[in-house]
């Protein structure tokens, strides 16, 4: 059974900064891809960032230049940081794993983060 552990969600101000750590409970993690996604109330769910087994990165154009993923093999552990962050990035952020050679995804529960002032 694999689970998906987000953490590192909150309330901040326009032009903080927050990183959320995601802990996956999966055995030879470095193999699996990984993704943050987020929905906003009203608005479906989205790619915000996706890192691959190796550390290739892909970000959402409207996330790029603030938000970095990256990703801890050791430690079971993918993270977010979010810089500038601003009142649309508002949002459930939800960790999501896939596995390399295909089959289920599996996502965690998810964590608020909410900019405002």
């Known amino acids: 059974q694999v689970q998906l552990v987000e953490s590192g969600g909150g309330l901040v101000q326009p032009g903080g900064s927050l990183r959320l750590s995601c802990a996956a409970s999966?055995?030879?993690?470095?193999?699996?891809?990984m993704s943050w996604y987020r929905q906003a109330p009203g608005k479906q769910r989205e790619l915000v960032a996706f890192?691959?087994?190796?550390?290739?990165?892909n970000y959402a154009d409207f996330v790029k230049g603030r938000f970095t993923i990256s990703r801890d093999n050791a430690k079971n552990t993918v993270y977010l940081q979010m810089n500038s962050l601003k009142s649309e990035d508002t949002a459930v952020y939800y960790c999501?794993?896939?596995?390399?050679?295909?089959?289920?995804?599996?996502w965690g529960e998810g964590t608020l983060v909410t900019v405002s002032s």
């Open positions: 999966v055995s030879r993690f470095s193999i699996w891809k």
């Open positions: 890192i691959s087994p190796g550390g290739s990165t």
């Open positions: 999501n794993a896939a596995p390399l050679f295909g089959g289920m995804n599996y």
